[in-house]
């Protein structure tokens, strides 16, 4: 009888990890698409009509290398550790900044409207509230883990 409850109460867990994990993988979406919405807005409203902005697609793909290859190559139990890990995230600030002062760049060189670099940095602010949601929901080495894929 004990056994059978403590079975029951694992299967309740991992259910509960599982509707976790799908609650937020559908959030985590549904956040990168209404940025993406953003991002095409900027460009593609007739009033705009500006395909410049659409480089820093470049920087959503490249902001989660630097953390992710500091992730692999470094032991937590390392004291070097934290300087590879503060690279990594030195350098992703870099690529995030980059990608909120293009749009910026752009709309001062009058290459695109305000407007549409305003919906930039609202999809932008979007998408990285999103890639930062991913790695703090799937980034721990857990049931659920992003490193299972």
Not at 28 to 35: D, E, P, R, T
Not at 41 to 70: E, K, M, T
């Amino acid at each position: 009888n004990e056994v059978a409850r403590g079975l029951q109460e694992s299967r309740g867990d991992s259910g509960r990890h599982t509707r976790f994990a799908g609650v937020s993988l559908i959030s985590l979406s549904f956040g990168g698409a209404v940025g993406l919405m953003f991002l095409m807005l900027g460009c593609a409203l007739p009033i705009y009509n500006q395909y410049w902005p659409l480089f820093v697609l470049f920087f959503y793909i490249l902001s989660p290398i630097p953390y992710c290859i500091a992730r692999r190559l470094v032991d937590d139990t390392d004291a070097m550790s934290n300087a590879c890990k503060e690279l990594a995230i030195f350098l992703t600030t870099g690529i995030v900044v980059s990608a909120f002062g293009l749009p910026i760049v752009f709309a001062r060189a009058h290459l695109i409207e305000w407007g549409a670099c305003a919906l930039v940095l609202t999809g932008n602010t979007v998408i990285f509230a999103t890639i930062l949601g991913f790695f703090l929901v799937f980034g721990s080495n857990d049931d659920f883990s992003w490193q299972q894929w």
